[in-house]
């Protein structure tokens, strides 16, 4: 146990340098209000995992010493993009949303099979948001906090988290940004980690999906000529600094402050609250 803790204690705090996957991140080295640690190896964000190399599979078991899974995906993604089986590594399927909510997945609705091309789907969502990505953005957001199937599931991603071993805990969806942001910026609350440290690890995702969200607007604005399209599927790919503050406005909107939603609708009371801080930081 001694000689892991002081292997891992040595990792750099942020991205994961692995092959097939830009944006899986270790949360450890991030500061609380009191003064504490979140312990590296330990808590990792991640997007899918379906394009993850050998090697990199071999780095999550071995290095960082993955323990648990947490699929928050929708049972459509995860069946067209399943996660890669791993050696003494638990998966857990914990579905954030319906798939009628996500909305953003692009699969074929009827009979629940994958579209023939993903860049189709993605230009029939995007051309029926008539140029205002923003409000199925912020709809979207405002459904991570405040459904009650969101928030059930949240919950239980909580719970997972207490109940783990001392292996590291991943957690994703696909492109690790809305509803991996969205449950990254509830944990780190209930560590007592400051906003502006939470709204910054939020936005960090673009440094790692930006490149492919270029290239896939470049792609449409080149099939259709049409460049409000081609934005609009920039910004559905991408994250803004508004997404995350329109969900914590909600939270504060409902319940008053995030305290007290993390209460009241996530079942985070102070015993379970005082766990996950002495299991997880140091």
């Not at 503050?245 to 015993?271: D, K, P, Q, T």
């Amino acid at each position: 146990m001694e000689q892991n803790v002081n292997r891992t204690a040595n990792h750099c705090t942020g991205r994961i340098p692995l092959e097939g996957l830009p944006n899986t991140r270790d949360l450890g080295g991030i500061r609380t209000m009191e003064g504490k640690k979140i312990l590296p190896a330990r808590l990792i964000r991640s997007g899918a995992l379906y394009e993850a190399t050998p090697a990199d599979l071999e780095r999550l078991v071995g290095e960082w010493r993955l323990g648990t899974v947490v699929d928050f995906r929708t049972a459509v993604e995860r069946s067209q993009k399943p996660d890669p089986d791993m050696d003494g590594v638990t998966n857990i399927f914990n579905p954030i949303l319906n798939e009628e909510t996500v909305g953003i997945t692009f699969e074929d609705e009827e009979e629940g099979k994958p579209k023939q091309d993903a860049i189709i789907g993605m230009l029939e969502h995007a051309s029926s948001l008539g140029g205002n990505p923003e409000l199925y953005v912020d709809k979207l957001y405002e459904n991570l906090v405040m459904d009650e199937h969101a928030a059930a599931y949240y919950s239980r991603f909580f719970d997972i988290l207490l109940e783990a071993d001392d292996r590291a805990v991943l957690w994703h969806c696909t492109a690790g940004k809305d509803r991996v942001g969205v449950g990254t910026a509830l944990l780190l609350s209930a560590l007592s980690v400051d906003r502006d440290t939470i709204i910054r690890d939020f936005i960090r995702t673009n440094d790692y999906v930006m490149e492919n969200a270029v290239k896939t607007a470049d792609m449409v604005r080149e099939k259709t000529k049409d460049v409000r399209l081609a934005e609009c599927v920039k910004v559905l790919l991408t994250v803004s600094e508004d997404y995350i503050r329109h969900a914590f406005s909600a939270m504060e909107a409902a319940c008053g402050s995030v305290e007290a939603y993390l209460y009241e609708r996530i079942g985070l009371n102070e015993r379970k609250r005082a766990e996950l801080k002495r299991k997880f930081l140091l």
